[in-house]
């Protein structure tokens, strides 16, 4: 006999108004701490998939949390490291499915029965001060065995009942018998209708200013990056560095702010699917590297290349972490400071660890302590003096909370500061190392450190420590010392290349391999014919290691760079129509594609759009999601149905464009029929990609 697979539903809404009713009717009969107890969790276990479910009381004084119904104690201290603690401190729900694989999580204090925990949803219950302190938390488990893990809705459900309990917990529900009669159906309704279109109207307002600030972001950035693509005066050049990077802070403003918000309500989410982390998250470092030698700061990356081929985590809100933490050491690191990224791989726990140094101004140790807390700073002066709301360390916090890990800091003051966080990579058994390590082995390497030779040998040293290549270091200002050693491969910093230039040309005729290291222009002054390869930092492993094979003959595949790939291309006679309600955008991305010798026409809402389709002949469509009249999304559903327009016009690519950079609505709009979403402000990189990717 097939065992029945118990898989609860989500419940609907009218389903959990009729559990809120029931609930709050039996805590009016009798409201006392037990009984609100009970009653409490037993809905809980209703309301969500969990199968064990407890009411945890705080006492501050005491500073214990105290089961209700039962004599055990939980200590409350800062300094212990887990979930329970960390909904406490950060007055946030959670929910984590496959919870023991948190590097979070704590037996001990988390699993306080001693149950077979398989997921975990932490609700806190605030107070109404002004200090808005936590007055217990209510903690529900799924046990292993079960099909069931915890959603976002569930989470929703769950946030808003709390608030129903906080009313018992308060004394503040009514108490008489006529008041008790007077509670019915339309009553509860009412209030869980007023508190679901309270969070909906906080989502629209975020969602409405979130697209009205980025559609003129949009052209703002735009036609500045378009001016800086054709102007040749240095000066003016250095005005729209300015005006572009200033455009880039005010997005991550924005993006910050809608993310609080997000936290606040319970709506953050991470997905979780594999990825190569190496390939992933490179652009951090070389993104951060430009910006930083801008500033005039030196900046190392160290990407382990054990880290396996394959892990499961979300590597938008991986990639969010590292660009918050980088930002601050950026800003934060004088001239002639540097800056150190590293990505390491645990192989004993299977996590990755991600680091972030810099010997900036480092912070204090008293505001390391509220460090994590929304809008804190270092110091009073820190946001007139670098700029900031202090909203991203918070956010870094509770994302490397919800992929199962934790941000932790280690600073002294005027010494620098290390934020360095490790997650579960959730590998399946066997999975490969990202670059393989023994195909080099017995090949001889000679890594030359002349006067002149620059921080960054020392990290192709570190990589090249990981194979089985037999190393030699020569610390040598004579040249003519490398005729004497013994090497298959000369590894060599672009400074030293230049001085040496014939010496080393006459060692490449006579069969020597050649890879020199630089920062930058590595063709300039270091021009070589032969067995010779270039690489610039950031040094990335997937980029070091394929010029390793070629150079040793292993690997004969000719490779395109990315940089060879951006190269200009044109697609004449190929026709794009712009759809956009806003003129400035329309003129903005007409000068774009005119750049690929695309035929460009436009359309300023979706009956002009349907009527050009179903009249002109279209390769693909750009079209604004947030319009009077038809939204986007309802144009390209309209569009895929229709029965009016042509076959090909039916479909052709279309890609959307909006300001709402959420999940929900990308699946909203990819589900209407759209090829594509990009967010607003749209990159120039972007538009150039999805051309080449949807027309050749």
Known sequence: MIKKIDIKKELSEEEFKEIILHYETDLLEKSDLPSIASRCTEAAKKITPAKEAYLLLVNPEDQIFQLVNDERTIPIR??????????????????????????LYNDKIDNFLNLPLKDMMLIPIIDN????????????AITSGSWNQYTQKDLDYMTRFAMFTKRFLLNENPKSTGEILELNTEVCTKVCDQLRKKTQRERQYFSSIIHDIRTPMNAVMGFLELLN????????????DTAIRSGKSMVTLINDALDLAKISSGQMKVEKRPFNPLRELDDTAKLFFQTAQRKGVSFSAYFDPNLPEKIVSDPHRIKQIINNLLSNAVKFTPKGGLISLQLHYEQAIDGLLVSVKDNGIGIDPERQKEIFTPFVQEKESTSREFGGTGL???ISQQLAVLLGGKLQLESKPGKGSRFFFSIPCNCESGTPPSIDLQSYRGRKVLI??????????????????????????????????????????????????????????????????????GDTFLNHGCQFKGRVERISTPLLPHEIFPKL???????????????DMIASVK??????????????????MKEVLKRFDLEVFTAQSGEECMEKLSTEKVDLVF?????????????IKKIRKSKKLPDKSKNTTLISLTGDAGTQTREHILQAGANDVLSKPVQLQEIHTVIRQYLS
Do not use: C
């Open 571 to 588: 697609f004449p006679g190929r026709r794009v129509l712009v759809v956009d309600d806003n003129l400035i955008n329309l003129k903005f």
């Open 392 to 394: 991203g360390l918070s």
């Open 448 to 517: 030359y450190q002349g006067d002149s030779a620059p921080y960054f040998i020392q990290d192709v040293h570190r990589y090249l420590e990981q194979t089985d290549l037999k190393l030699t270091v020569l610390k040598s200002p004579n040249p003519e010392d490398l005729k004497t050693e013994n090497y298959d491969l000369l590894i060599i910093s672009k400074e030293d290349s230049t001085l040496h230039q014939e010496a080393l040309q006459t060692l490449v005729d006579h069969g020597k391999a050649l890879l020199v290291v």
């Open 229 to 240: 693509l054709i102007e040749t005066d240095q000066e003016k050049k250095d005005y729209l």
């Open 623 to 635: 079209m604004d999601e947030n319009m009077p009249g038809m939204q986007g999304s309802e144009v």
């Open 549 to 563: 094979s070629r150079l040793f003959g292993l690997d004969n595949s000719e490779k395109i760079s990315k940089r």
């Open 129 to 140: 001060t002004i200090e808005k302190n936590v007055l217990a938390i209510l903690w529900t």
């Open 78 to 103: 800062p300094e212990i490291e887990s979930i329970l603690m960390e909904t406490y401190r950060s007055k946030q729900s959670l929910f984590i499915n496959d919870v023991t694989r948190s590097f």
